[in-house]
């Protein structure tokens, strides 16, 4: 087979025409999968629900019918000019609240601006001093409870002993009166007794007055027969 001349080698297109940068071809972004930034993602918290973090970064990509308590955030984008972002983020939830939040794989998207980290700090102390606030409501409440206890305990124990007072007045009223009756019972007991002594002091003075008056007329009776009557 026959060899082929050498053809001589061209020159590079800026060695022939060294001021004229050649343009390159423009290729549009291709954005695939969910569209998140970290200043959205640095504001989801444990305990959130489902529809909360659908507020605030939309629906997730995937959601396995099998794990529905698992949502992921995948994105594989290529942009013009920039590096491709490829990120994932993922959320566990136990029935509808926010329990983990994975974050390892979104080291691709772009830093916070600095108007994006003035609103983070901004919204991080507001929350640190609603945090305070509430801790602050909290100890007052328990101190307030506390107190309420305190009263409620202090009236039971001031209607415990008021009624302590009263059962042992009441009960010394009775046993005054059980006295006074009793005491009214041995008066009356001994009157009758006295004049039950009475009615047989009386009774016998009779008796001996009556004996008396028989042995009298006897006396007399004897005296006014005569001697011989005897016989």
Known sequence: ????????????????????????????????GSVLDRFKINQLKVG?????????????????????????????STLHEKDDVHYRLALSFDNDKLTKIDTSGIESLSALT????????????????????????????????KEKAQAIEQKRIADEKAQA??????????????????QQNAIKAAEIKQQQADELAQQKVMADKKANKTAAEKIKKDEETPWYKFW
């Open 48 to 76: 959130m629900s489902k529809a909360q973090v659908q507020d605030l970064i939309g629906s997730p990509s995937i959601i396995d019918p099998f794990h529905n308590n698992q949502w992921d955030y995948i994105n594989h």
């Open 114 to 145: 600095d108007k994006e980290k003035a609103l983070e700090e901004k919204r991080i102390a507001d929350e640190k001093t609603a945090i305070e606030a509430l801790k602050k409501a909290k100890i007052q409440a328990q101190q307030l409870a």
């Open 1 to 32: 087979m026959p060899t082929l001349p050498e053809f001589p080698s061209l020159p590079d297109m800026p060695d022939i025409l060294p001021d004229i940068s050649l343009p390159t071809l423009y290729k549009d972004d291709i954005q695939q």
């Open 165 to 182: 007072e009263a059962s042992k007045k009441k009960t010394e009223l009775a046993q005054i009166k059980q006295a006074e009756i009793t």
